[in-house]
C-alpha cells in the first residue's frame, strides 16, 4: 500500500478506511486538500486501487492549482493518465531515471 505521495510539492498522506462518505454518498476516495490527506476505501482490487489514488490525486492538483477542475475532467483525466503510464513505461522508466 502506498502511504503517501508527493503533489505539487506537499506531502499528502494515504490513509486506507473501510468506509469513505462524502456529501452524504458513499465513495471509493475522497482528497481533503485542506489537511493534504487522501482517503482510499481499503479492500478494493489494486488496479483500481491506482485509479483512485490518481483521481483524488488530480482533485489535490486541482485544488492547489485553483484549477476548478470538475468530475467529469477529474474522471476523464485519470483514466487517460493510467492508460498512458501504462502503455508507455519505457517512457515512465526514463522519466525517473532522469529526475
Known sequence: MIKKLKI?????IINYKEIIAQ????????CKSDSNVLE????????????VILHEAIHAISDI???????MQVNTLGVMLIDFIVKNNKFMNKITEEN
Do not use: H, V
Request: with cysteine; charged share 30%.
Open 8 to 12: 505539487c510539492g506537499f506531502d499528502f
Open 23 to 30: 456529501d452524504g454518498d458513499s465513495c471509493l476516495g475522497c
Open 40 to 51: 482510499i476505501k481499503l479492500g478494493i482490487i489494486p488496479q483500481r486501487e491506482n485509479e
Open 65 to 71: 492549482m485553483n484549477l476548478e477542475l470538475t468530475e
